[in-house]
Nanobody, 122 residues
Framework: VQLQASGGGLVQAGGSLRLSCAAS????????MGWFRQAPGKDREFVAG????????SYTDSVKGRFTISRDSAKNTVYLQMNSLKPEDTAVYYC????????????????WGQGTQVTVSS
């Protein structure tokens, strides 16, 4: 499975961005999907996940109420809508696929996109 992330950029605090992750080379519905982020000098952290069916989602506490993960099976794409962005959201964002259930440990994911930079200015 190949994952291609896009949609990052520079935005002011309080603004919004929508990240996309297009999957190819596999059966999209076989994979739960996750978004992770990594800021300079920090470990990669779980941001949001969505089940294979799309009915279940989970979020890290710091983004609850601001970020929304979704998936479109017809387009083999997972999205991360990010609203009310804060400077502490600045990081490289990665999408990932797992053949298991949604998990927060990046080591449990089988495939990774290349990352897209999100920078939030204060």
């Amino acid at each position: 499975v190949q994952l291609q992330a896009s949609g990052g950029g520079l935005v002011q605090a309080g603004g919004s961005l929508r990240l996309s992750c297009a999957a190819s080379g596999g059966t999209f519905s076989n994979y739960a999907m996750g978004w992770f982020r990594q800021a300079p000098g920090k470990d990669r952290e779980f941001v949001a996940g969505i089940t294979r069916s799309g009915w279940g989602t989970s979020y890290t506490d710091s983004v609850k109420g601001r970020f929304t993960i979704s998936r479109d099976s017809a387009k083999n794409t997972v999205y991360l809508q990010m609203n009310s962005l804060k400077p502490e959201d600045t990081a490289v964002y990665y999408c990932a696929a797992t053949s298991y259930v949604v998990r927060t440990n990046p080591n449990d994911y089988d495939y990774w996109g290349q990352g897209t930079q999100v920078t939030v200015s204060s």
